[in-house]
């Protein structure tokens, strides 16, 4: 395999474990979410190597952004429905301040993945078709 593959595929390999790692520092206060790759998707990177196969891990990244955008717009939901319910004792009274912790951690891992998805996009543009 000449270098000009293995570069791209070190890049989309790097991409793809710093977003699950952000991902999962991110993620890391919420329950039973899971922040390893599929066995599948681990498959589709290794072997990308068209234009196509790049174009699809892109419009995967974009669909896992734009879930992580919809998950941040529930949790600031939440924390707008939390601030106007009055609490009796402490804990509630916190829970707005969590939700939008929350918030703050999908929308950066949206962002990563629009990065992701950007990188998937520049590799496509100098792959072969």
Excluded at 2 to 10: A, M
Excluded at 58 to 87: L, N, S
């Amino acid at each position: 395999m000449s270098t000009n593959l293995k570069t791209p595929r070190r890049i989309a390999t790097l991409l793809l474990w710093s977003g699950i790692a952000l991902g999962g520092l991110a993620l890391s206060g919420c329950a039973a979410v899971s922040t390893a790759p599929s066995l599948q998707l681990l498959q589709q990177i290794e072997t990308a190597h068209t234009r196509a196969d790049h174009e699809a891990l892109a419009t995967y990244y974009d669909r896992q952004a734009a879930a992580a955008r919809a998950t941040a717009a529930e949790h600031r939901q939440m924390a707008t429905t939390y601030k106007g319910i009055a609490f009796a004792g402490k804990g509630g009274a916190g829970m707005p301040a969590h939700c939008n912790a929350i918030v703050s951690n999908y929308e950066s891992v949206a962002a990563e993945y629009d990065g992701m998805a950007a990188g998937h996009r520049q590799l496509a543009e100098q792959a072969k078709p």
